[in-house]
C-alpha cells in the first residue's frame, strides 16, 4: 500500500508548467499543478532583469512591499523592459504555516531570434517527394507557436528542387539517413550528400518520400527492428523530412538543427519515460508525447545555436 501511494504521489507531483522563455513585450502564463488539499500557494518574484519593477507586470500584481503573488494558481507574466536576462520565480506551498513544497522557475526574457530557412523537395522516380515544396511552408505557423517558447521563429520559403542520386535511396525507395555499421549508428553517406547541399547561415529542410532506419541485429536471438522515421535533423545543418511529416515532427527535427537531443531513446512504451520528458518536444516518439515543452536548458541551448547561425549568415552577406 505505501508503495502504491509513493507511485500515486509521483505522478502527481506538485509542478509549475510555463515556457522557459518570453518575448520582450508579450505575455505568458505559468501554472501550478498538483497542489494538495489546504495548501497555499505564494509566488515571489526574486530577480528580473534590469530590476523586477521595470522588467515585468503580472496579473495577478504582485505586491511592491515583498514582489509576491499569494494565493494564485495562474498567474500572468507581461514583459516591460528591454534588458534581456533570467526572471527568476520560486514558488513555495504551505500548509498550516509549514513548507510542504517549492520550486524554482527560470524564464529567460528577449528578444525573438528569427532564423531563415528552405523547404527543397528532392526528385527522383523512386524516392522523391511527391508534393510541392511551397505545401510546407503552411505547416510554419503551427512550428512557430511550439518554438516560441524558446523565443526563436522560423521564416521558411520554398527553395529550389534538389536532383536526387539513386544511390541515396534502397530498392523501395526509401532515404536511409543513418546506418549501423558493427552496432555503432552513423550518418549514412546519403544524408551526408544531401545535407552538403545546404546554405551556410541557413536552414534547408529537403523532402523526401520515405524516411526509414533499420537496426541490424545485434547478435543471436536479437531482431533486426525497422523504424519509419519522420525526419533527420543535423545541427546547424539542416534535416531531411518524410513528406508524411506532421508540423509537430518538423519542429522536433529543428530541435536536432538546433542542438538538442533525443529524450527517452531507451524508453520503448509511455511508462518507461520520466513524465517530465513526455512533456518535452523532443520525447522521441510522437505518441508519447503529452505536449511540445522545452526545458530552461533547452531554450539556452537552441538560442546560442540559433545566434551561431545568424553569425554565420550575416558574415556571408558582407
Ligand atoms: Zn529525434
Redesign the pocket.
Known amino acids: 500500500m505505501l508503495a502504491l501511494l509513493l507511485c500515486l504521489q509521483a505522478a502527481d507531483e506538485f509542478r509549475v508548467d510555463g515556457p522557459p522563455f518570453l518575448p520582450f513585450g508579450e505575455s505568458a502564463e505559468f501554472a501550478a499543478f498538483a497542489i494538495p488539499e489546504g495548501a497555499t500557494l505564494t509566488w515571489r518574484l526574486a530577480d528580473a532583469p534590469g530590476g523586477i519593477a521595470s522588467a515585468v507586470r503580472t496579473s495577478p500584481a504582485f505586491s511592491e512591499q515583498d514582489f509576491c503573488i499569494r494565493g494564485a494558481r495562474t498567474i500572468r507574466v507581461t514583459s516591460l523592459g528591454t534588458t534581456e536576462g533570467d526572471l527568476r520565480v520560486s514558488v513555495a506551498l504551505e500548509r498550516r504555516g509549514a513548507r510542504i513544497g517549492a520550486r524554482n522557475l527560470t524564464v529567460r526574457i528577449g528578444p525573438v531570434l528569427r532564423l531563415e530557412g528552405r523547404f527543397r523537395t528532392v526528385e527522383h522516380p523512386r524516392g522523391g517527394a511527391r508534393g510541392a515544396a511551397e505545401a510546407w511552408t503552411e505547416l510554419v505557423p503551427e512550428v512557430n507557436r511550439i518554438w516560441k517558447a524558446c523565443g526563436i521563429e522560423f521564416a521558411f520559403s520554398a527553395g529550389e528542387a534538389v536532383k536526387g542520386r539513386d544511390s541515396w535511396f534502397d530498392g523501395r525507395g526509401r532515404f536511409h539517413p543513418v546506418i549501423f555499421r558493427r552496432g555503432v549508428r552513423e550518418r549514412s553517406p546519403a544524408v551526408n550528400e544531401l545535407l552538403a547541399l545546404h546554405g551556410p547561415g541557413r536552414i534547408d529542410v529537403f523532402l523526401v518520400r520515405e524516411c526509414f532506419m533499420v537496426r541490424e541485429s545485434r547478435g543471436l536471438g536479437d531482431p533486426v527492428v525497422e523504424y519509419n522515421l519522420a525526419g533527420w ?1 543535423i545541427q546547424e545543418e539542416g534535416a531531411a523530412v518524410d513528406e508524411d511529416a506532421l508540423a509537430v515532427d518538423l519542429a ?2 529543428l ?2 538543427v538546433l542542438g538538442l537531443d ?1 529524450l527517452g531513446l531507451n524508453a520503448w512504451t509511455p511508462q518507461d519515460m520520466i513524465p517530465a520528458e513526455r512533456r518535452r518536444l ?1 520525447c ?1 516518439i510522437r505518441k508519447f508525447r503529452e505536449a511540445p515543452g522545452f526545458a530552461v536548458d533547452e531554450m539556452k541551448e537552441t538560442r546560442e545555436v540559433a545566434r551561431r547561425i545568424l553569425k554565420v549568415r550575416s558574415s556571408n552577406r558582407k
Open positions: 535533423g522536433h527535427e530541435g536536432h533525443d523532443m522521441h
